[in-house]
């Protein structure tokens, strides 16, 4: 079983700030958070990954409190190619590494 | 980030053909491998785990003489399709991740492999 709920679906319009919540509650001390963007007939493509407070790269941000049984990926300023679903995962090193995809979410922007 | 390659990206057989497809990690060895499988409209479904030089750890309902993966170096796995059926078209998907990296859990996708099994 998955170990994360997302929302199935958000819409957007360009330009916008997207904010897209995954809780884990169950979520274990050793797990990282990880989070992939899918497109159509594609394989997921890495976005971010933490492990506490805020971290930010290039194209997001990942926000995940104190107690880490959520955390939240926004996304600035989308434009029409950031539409594609969103993959929460976490996970650890005992499982070697393996990651359980829940249902993702799909993210619709429009002009 | 790194590259990971599948091929075929596509291929359609008969029912009861085998098919085998390549997943290789291009710049980095790959200590671990997974393969995955997705259904259109739903998420990836993690089919099997695969480490080098040794056999692959399936998940439960996973048929493992149906979906036989090799895994003989650290560039290369396959995932071979046996006396595959219409029920198997689906998109396949490996990922690769390499020892000894910072984060854990770093995995990097194939582009996937569509099968359509007529």
């Known amino acids: 079983l998955a170990k994360t709920t997302q929302p199935i679906s958000m819409d957007s319009y360009e330009g916008q700030e997207v904010n897209i919540t995954c809780s884990h509650n169950?979520?274990?001390?050793?797990?990282?958070i990880t989070w992939y963007q899918q497109f159509p007939s594609q394989g997921p493509r890495f976005i971010i990954q933490?492990?506490?407070t805020k971290v930010t790269n290039e194209v997001a941000s990942l926000f995940i409190p104190a107690d880490r049984k959520s955390s939240t990926l926004s996304l600035p300023r989308v434009s029409l190619s950031d539409t594609a679903v969103y993959y929460c995962?976490?996970?650890?090193?005992?499982?070697?590494?393996?990651?359980?995809f829940g249902q993702g979410t799909e993210l619709s922007v429009k002009p | 980030g790194a590259v990971v390659s599948q091929h075929p990206s596509r291929v359609i057989c008969k029912s009861g053909t085998s098919v085998k497809i390549e997943c290789r990690s291009l710049?980095?060895?790959?200590?671990?491998m997974f393969w995955y499988r997705q259904f259109p409209k739903q998420s990836l479904m993690l089919m099997a785990t695969?480490?080098?030089?040794?056999?692959?750890?399936?998940e439960q309902g996973v048929e493992k003489d149906k979906f036989l993966i090799n895994h003989a170096s650290l560039t290369l796995s396959t995932l071979t399709v046996t006396s595959a059926h219409p029920e198997d078209s689906s998109f396949y998907i490996c990922s690769a991740r390499g020892g000894g990296w910072g984060s854990y859990n770093e995995q990097f996708f194939g582009p996937g492999t569509r099968l359509t099994v007529l």
């Open positions: 995962l976490v996970g650890d090193e005992k499982e070697g590494g393996k990651l359980i």
């Open positions: 695969s480490n080098e030089g040794s056999k692959a750890t399936y």
């Open positions: 933490g492990y506490k």
């Open positions: 710049d980095f060895q790959a200590t671990t």
């Open positions: 169950n979520i274990a001390t050793n797990d990282y």
